[in-house]
């Protein structure tokens, strides 16, 4: 196994114990995020172009400065900016779980995001790499887009 930081709780990450935990999540969250996505591409958006299409706007959004490696705000327009602060840290659990329930129900997005899973749990995989705005204290938007 290649060492890698899986730095998303900062202080924890010279343990070696968490190290190599952190790469067996990030390992099996790869496989099961590669599992449903393709499960739900062949059975919930069958059409190729229409798969291919998707497959092309969420690669065009991961490879953007940041776009994985940064928490933003939905007010930046990305395909996927907010997801995290208003689907997943979202403090009510009754908010949180009708958001999550509208976007399996989207199934479209719902590919999007898993797809964007799969990209970051490959870079967790591949050694330094860390989410800005992610922190043991919480999660927040990070403004780093230029004129932002």
Known sequence: MRESRIAFLPTLDRDPATLKLGHQLAEASLRQAQWVFMEHLSTKIP???????????????CEQEGALS?????????????????????ADD?????????????????????L?????????????????????NGIRAVDDRPGG
Request: glycine share 8%.
């Open 94 to 114: 009754r908010v949180r779980k009708r958001r999550l329930r509208e976007l399996y129900r989207n199934p479209v997005h719902f590919a999007e995001v898993t």
């Open 70 to 90: 940064t928490v933003r705000r939905s007010e930046g327009g990305g395909l996927l900016d907010g997801l995290v602060l208003d689907t997943f840290a979202v």
């Open 47 to 61: 059409d190729r172009r229409e798969q291919r299409a998707l497959l092309n706007r969420t690669r065009e959004y």
């Open 116 to 136: 964007a899973m799969i990209a970051l749990f490959a870079c967790f995989l591949r050694g330094d790499f860390y989410i800005r705005g992610v922190a043991i």
